[in-house]
């Protein structure tokens, strides 16, 4: 099973990217898909999360409104649409899947099964 994440890059602020996160090895049809960014010297934290079941999405209050999570189920494939991008959303995104748990539990690391190896942003001001 792997996660691979791509889409990453160099961008102005104001400026927008498209992260991809390509899923293989099992069908993710019935996972929550999260994206987590890691800037250097800070923890993980969550960003936004899809359920493949029903597309409930869930967002970090700092990117609400700037970044949209979608599934393509036919795909296997995640993304997270980049909008408005800051400085401060530099970082390093990883997307993961998680299987079974409750939307209060989303932003908590250890329930993700599989990771991806992690996708670059910087955005410079």
């Known amino acids: 099973v792997q996660l691979q994440a791509s889409g990453g890059g160099l961008v102005q602020a104001g400026g927008s990217l498209r992260l991809s996160c390509a899923a293989s090895g099992r069908t993710f049809s019935s996972y929550t898909m999260g994206w987590f960014r890691q800037a250097p010297g800070e923890e993980r934290e969550g960003v936004a999360y899809?359920?493949?079941?029903?597309?409930?999405?869930s967002y970090a209050d700092s990117v609400r409104g700037r970044f949209t999570i979608s599934s393509d189920k036919a795909k296997n494939t995640v993304y997270l649409q980049m909008h408005s991008l800051e400085s401060e959303d530099t970082a390093t995104y990883y997307c993961?899947?998680?299987?079974?748990?409750?939307?209060?539990?989303?932003?908590?690391?250890?329930?993700?099964?599989?990771w991806g190896q992690g996708t670059l942003v910087t955005v410079s001001s």
């Open positions: 993961a899947a998680d299987d079974g748990h409750k939307p209060g539990t989303w932003g908590l690391i250890p329930i993700y099964d599989y």
């Open positions: 899809i359920s493949n079941i029903d597309d409930y999405t």
